[in-house]
């Protein structure tokens, strides 16, 4: 059976663009493939500096995974650090890797472009996340756009380790990028980012969601105008929520007039807190279970190491260090 990967960094808050973008099409993915999903909390010292944070990120990021519908009996769910091995390859690999390669990339312009260090971790950052993809023999490794370009990194890699050291040396993967939820907007329509601080947090209780989504930024057009939905915000994100005979319906009611933003707000707010009504209580019980999450991590650690450690032992025949 074909494997899927995915990871997501516990930095804070997950919220409804890491769901609709990664989460829900990766969860997808478990029907198809043998699916591995991981905790990245290597990549997320980059930036956390508090131990205490980081263990209650990456607490309520597992949660979020479990409350979402994550099936631990088919897929394996782990913390990154819990497989060491990923560090050994990352070395291997960052020996195949033109330094030009990690100073172009994503991870360190998004760095520059928000005024934070560049730190070693920053721009080791493509060749740590192509031993995660690589370590699992991950045939398909599902991200956003703006991903795309460390998956072709680790595809490099492959392709050039295989070149070296011999065919099947390290799986080639293939990235997934699903069209329809590729950017979501945040607050302010840029596309959603905790580094920008316009994301609409998943876990929020239902009166300080309402209160957020109020806060979506809209033109002027006068109530009793028709407005135009597309390229809306509030428009976008509850295409991606609702059927498409509601959706049909809000189209509707913009391009008629009589209604305000303030209504295509409630709209959203009522269609999305009907989705996490039941995960939103499905994930304070994980929360408030942390033995249970330990449980679930550990066993999906014991499950990818052993994956791992096969890969590893090839990579390590091959290239001379046995």
């Not at 663009?17 to 991981?38: Q, R, S, T, V």
């Not at 060491?84 to 760095?111: D, F, M, N, Y």
Request: glycine share 8%; net charge negative; proline share 5%.
């Amino acid at each position: 059976m074909k494997r899927a990967l995915t990871g997501i960094k516990p930095t804070g808050n997950v919220h409804v663009g890491n769901w609709l973008g990664m989460i829900d099409p990766a969860l997808a993915l478990a029907d198809e493939y043998e699916a591995f999903y991981f905790i990245a909390d290597y990549h997320a010292m980059t930036t956390v500096r508090d131990p205490a944070k980081l263990r209650k990120f990456t607490l309520e990021t597992t949660a979020t995974w479990l409350a979402l519908g994550l099936n631990t009996d088919r897929a394996a769910l782990f913390r990154q650090s819990d497989v060491p091995e990923v560090c050994e390859l990352a070395w291997i690999l960052s020996c195949q890797i033109p330094t030009g390669v990690l100073e172009r990339g994503h991870a360190v312009k998004s760095a520059k472009d928000g005024g934070l260090d560049v730190n070693v971790g920053t721009w080791y950052y493509p060749v740590l996340m192509s031993a995660d993809i690589l370590l699992y023999d991950s045939d398909i490794v599902p991200v956003g756009r703006d991903q795309k370009q460390h998956v072709e990194v680790a595809r490099d890699l492959a392709v050039k380790m295989n070149h070296h050291f011999g065919e099947g040396t390290l799986a080639v993967p293939t990235v997934s990028i699903k069209d329809s939820v590729a950017t979501i907007p945040g607050l302010d329509g840029k596309k959603m980012s905790k580094s920008y601080g316009n994301e609409i947090p998943l876990w929020l209780p239902p009166k300080k969601l309402r209160k957020l989504l109020m806060k979506i930024v809209t033109d002027s057009t006068p109530v009793e105008e028709p407005k135009n939905p597309d390229g809306d915000t509030v428009f976008e994100l509850y295409k991606l929520l609702a059927s498409a005979e509601d959706t049909a319906a809000l189209r509707g009611r913009y391009l008629s007039g009589g209604f305000g933003h303030g209504h295509f707000k409630q709209d959203l707010f009522e269609a999305l807190d009907a989705l996490l009504a039941g995960p939103r209580e499905e994930y304070q019980r994980w929360v408030d279970e942390p033995d249970s999450v330990k449980q679930v991590l550990q066993r999906g650690s014991e499950r990818a190491r052993e994956v791992a450690a096969a890969t590893v032992d090839r990579v390590r025949s091959r290239t001379g260090l046995t």
